[in-house]
Structure formats: structure tokens, C-alpha cells
Nanobody
């Protein structure tokens, strides 16, 4: 089992950067594919970025590609989301998530494929 705690959200201006962190508990963290999702008010939770368990491959939603970077530090049991050139439309609660299937090499963008979730961290981008 994995427990996840996000941090690093806040209020920033358009064009600014933020780095979100997701601290995980559990000895098996390194075997889980990880992802970041976000949910804006009145909207469904959407995929933002994902990373395979091996850390050798990342994938992104089109709306953030080239601006956001997902990474992981297995020694620290932590996943990061570096967000650059933030826009007002990036405003949302951001969640990190761990895949249902350890060692999966499949790219998953559906929230239903992720079993473990953090409580979320608010990111607000003003124009």
C-alpha cells in the first residue's frame, strides 16, 4: 500500500513557475508508475503527466507538454511536477496518484487506472 502527500501549491502570477512534490510512504514506491492529475471547479479530474515505474519514460497532456516536467527520486520516495510558464487555465487542485499495477509499462491517462491518491494541493494562477 502507498500513502501520498502533496505539497508545493500556492498562488502565483501568469508566467511564474511552481514545483509540486508528492511524498510517498511504503517500501514498494519505486515499483509504481506515478502520475499527476488536476481538477478545476466544475470540471472532471484530468490527466496532466505520467511516468513509468522505471523512470525511463514520461508522457504529458497536450495542454502542458513543453511547460511541465514530471520526475521522481526513488531514494527520497518523492515525485515532482515542475510547472513553468503557468497560465490561469492551469488553476486547479493537483493530485498525485500511484497506478493499480506495479511494474506496469503501459501509459495510463484514466483516473480509474490509479488506486492511490493524495489529498491534493491547490494551484491558483492569476492573470
Amino acid at each position: 500500500q502507498v500513502q501520498l502527500v502533496e505539497s508545493g501549491g500556492g498562488l502565483v502570477q501568469s508566467g511564474d513557475s511552481l514545483r509540486l512534490s508528492c511524498a510517498a510512504s511504503g517500501r514498494t514506491f519505486s515499483s509504481y508508475p506515478m502520475a499527476w492529475f488536476r481538477q478545476a471547479p466544475g470540471k472532471e479530474r484530468e490527466f496532466v503527466a505520467g511516468m513509468r515505474w522505471s523512470g525511463d519514460s514520461t508522457y504529458y497532456a497536450g495542454s502542458v507538454k513543453g511547460r511541465f516536467t514530471i520526475s521522481r527520486d526513488n531514494a527520497r520516495n518523492t515525485v515532482y511536477l515542475q510547472m513553468n510558464s503557468l497560465k490561469p487555465e492551469d488553476t486547479a487542485v493537483y493530485y498525485c496518484a500511484a497506478d493499480r499495477q506495479r511494474y506496469s509499462g503501459t501509459y495510463r491517462v484514466s483516473a480509474a487506472d490509479y488506486e492511490y491518491w493524495g489529498q491534493g494541493t491547490q494551484v491558483t494562477v492569476s492573470s
